[in-house]
């Protein structure tokens, strides 16, 4: 009977030393190709990240808090625009995808194999992001306080100054006096003496 082309008894062939051998060899090649590619994604995910500086320079200090922006490595490298929004490759490592996750799931904003496509993408993405954070400011701010108008039958109120103070000493010397007697009086009570 013949078996992978050798037969039952044939000793000679392929070992298992050699065959972990090969398949180590295999794994590394692989292994490499991972890291070439992750490699190339963060070197592209650099490039857009470079177009993007003179958009995120632009934006307002007041309102630099709204973006976290960071290229993340890692086993599917990321460039993060916010805490919702990123840019990560697609499989084929060339297409660019703008993504955002929201509470209903991720969503794609955009998708390109042009970085410049991308770019924009993410310039509006921020723009949008800046405006429904000013309009958020502008309807949270409290109305600027009127001037009050004294009432027609009341004079015109005078500056407001505190009530005196009256003197609290006493209250809290009763308060002592009396602690100091209960105390006296269950120590008399303890002692059998009263």
């Given at each position: 009977m013949e078996e992978g082309g050798h037969q039952r008894g044939d000793v000679s062939g392929l070992s298992l030393r050699e065959a972990i051998r090969a398949a180590r060899v295999e794994a590394a090649e692989q292994a490499g190709v991972i890291v070439e590619l992750r490699d190339a994604s963060l070197v592209r995910l650099s490039m857009l990240?470079?177009?993007?500086?003179?958009?995120?320079?632009?934006?307002?200090?007041?309102?630099?808090?709204?973006?976290?922006?960071?290229?993340?490595?890692?086993?599917?490298?990321?460039?993060?625009?916010?805490m919702v929004a990123h840019v990560t490759l697609g499989r084929d490592r060339r297409t660019f995808r703008f993504l955002q996750d929201t509470r209903s799931g991720r969503r794609v904003l955009a998708e390109s194999i042009n970085p410049n496509d991308i770019a924009d993408a993410v310039t509006r993405y921020v723009a949008r992001r800046l405006i429904a954070r000013e309009q958020a400011i502008a309807t949270s701010a409290p109305p600027e306080p009127e001037a009050p108008r004294p009432l027609p039958h009341h004079p015109p109120a005078q500056a407001h100054e505190p009530p005196p103070r009256r003197g609290n000493g006493g209250i809290f010397l009763l308060g002592l006096l009396a602690g100091i007697a209960a105390s006296i009086g269950g120590w008399l009570l303890l002692q059998g003496r009263y």
């Open positions: 990240n470079e177009i993007l500086d003179p958009v995120f320079a632009e934006v307002p200090l007041e309102h630099a808090d709204l973006f976290d922006r960071g290229l993340m490595p890692g086993e599917t490298p990321r460039l993060f625009v916010d």
